[in-house]
C-alpha cells in the first residue's frame, strides 16, 4: 500500500487536476459523476489490496503443487520396486524430507508389532 501511495502522490504532483479525471471515465454522462466518482474512488484504492490478496493466494497455490509433485516423486523413489529397478536401494527414507515423517512412523509400528 505504500507503494500505492506514493505513486499516487507523483502522479497528483504530475497530472495536477487532470489526475482526478482518472475517476471519471470518457464518455459517461454528467449526471452519473456522483455515483461514477465514488466508485471509481473505491475502486481504485481497494486495487491493491485485492491485487496483494491474489498474489499470496497464487503464491501459496504454487508451493502446494510443488509440494505435492515433490512428494509424489519422494514417494515413487522410496517405494520397493523403483528402488530395485534404479538401484538406489541405499537411498535411505530420511533424505526425502517430506515423506521422512511417514517412513519414522511405520518403522515404529513395525517394530512395535514384532516385540
Known amino acids: 500500500t505504500t507503494l500505492i501511495a506514493g505513486l499516487t502522490i507523483k502522479c497528483i504532483a504530475k497530472h495536477k487536476l487532470n489526475f482526478a479525471s482518472f475517476f471519471f471515465p470518457n464518455g459517461a454522462p454528467v449526471v452519473l459523476a456522483p455515483l461514477l466518482v465514488p466508485v471509481e474512488t473505491i475502486s481504485f484504492f ?14 501459496t497455490a504454487g508451493h502446494m503443487i510443488l509440494h505435492i509433485i515433490s512428494d509424489f516423486g519422494a514417494q515413487m523413489l522410496a517405494s520397493v520396486p523403483w528402488r530395485a529397478a534404479w538401484g538406489v536401494s541405499s537411498v535411505p527414507p530420511c533424505c526425502f524430507r517430506s515423506v521422512s515423517w511417514r517412513w519414522r512412523w511405520l518403522w515404529y509400528r513395525r517394530m512395535s508389532s514384532v516385540c
Open 46 to 59: 481497494s486495487r491493491a489490496i485485492s491485487l496483494g490478496v491474489r498474489l499470496g493466494a497464487n503464491l
